[in-house]
């Protein structure tokens, strides 16, 4: 009788194994974000006294920046769709200060390592216009996602950081990183330095 209710028993684990094994494994739903419509690339040009002008896309905002470490011909560009700034500051250069400036807006992009899981850096020269860069991405969730610099390598020094007014995700940020990466390089290549 024993081994009868043992055999039973085996019987029934057997037969209950598979059925509590058919449950499916819960996979979490990969998290989504919002639709962002991009406006149409239109591009005006940036005139004032500043001692540079640039085409700059018609649905972002340029003003002279008023913080209380601003100096003359440093403005924002303001992407109010996307509640982002490009912080535009402005040097006069000569040949002892030009490796200054290089080695400030270096320490700058440095400090955005920590979070950066990269930094690519790009080049531009025009020789026509006397106009000199480099564009650097920072991959990953840093603050800046973007920061360039341009200069004349004798009188001029322009550098330009973006930044985004919210905690950065790439993953949330990256179309419209994109977009306005295309509008900084159109800045870039537009971009003429007043005589």
């Given at each position: 009788m024993k081994k009868n209710n043992l055999l039973y028993f085996l019987l029934f684990l057997v037969l209950?194994?598979?059925?509590?094994?058919?449950?499916?494994?819960?996979?979490?739903?990969?998290?989504?974000?919002?639709?962002?419509?991009?406006?149409?690339?239109?591009?005006?040009?940036?005139?004032s006294d500043c001692p540079y002008t640039f085409e700059y896309p018609e649905y972002a905002i340029v003003v002279k920046?008023?913080?209380?470490?601003?100096?003359?011909?440093?403005?924002?560009?303001?992407f109010p769709a996307f509640n982002a700034d490009i912080n535009v500051s402005y040097k006069?250069?000569?040949?002892?200060?030009?490796?200054?400036?290089?080695?400030?807006?270096?320490?700058l992009l440095q400090k955005h390592n920590i979070k950066a899981e990269a930094i690519k850096d790009s080049y531009f020269t025009d020789t026509s216009k006397k106009v000199y860069g480099v564009l650097y991405e920072?991959?990953?969730n840093a603050a800046?996602?973007?920061q360039f610099i341009l200069t004349d390598s004798t009188t001029h020094f322009f550098?330009?950081?973006?930044?985004?007014?919210?905690?950065?995700?790439?993953?949330?940020?990256?179309?419209?990183?994109?977009?306005?990466?295309?509008?900084?390089?159109?800045?870039?290549?537009t971009f003429q330095w007043k005589k």
């Open positions: 209950l194994l598979p059925m509590a094994s058919c449950k499916k494994a819960s996979v979490p739903k990969p998290r989504g974000y919002f639709r962002i419509d991009l406006p149409e690339k239109k591009y005006v040009l940036y005139e920046d008023t913080g209380s470490y601003s100096e003359p011909y440093w403005i924002n560009i303001f006069m250069v000569n040949d002892t200060n030009l490796s200054k400036y290089l080695d400030e807006s270096w320490t920072l991959k990953g800046s996602a973007i550098r330009g950081a973006l930044y985004f007014n919210e905690k950065p995700n790439k993953d949330s940020i990256a179309p419209v990183l994109q977009f306005i990466q295309k509008d900084i390089i159109h800045l870039i290549e």
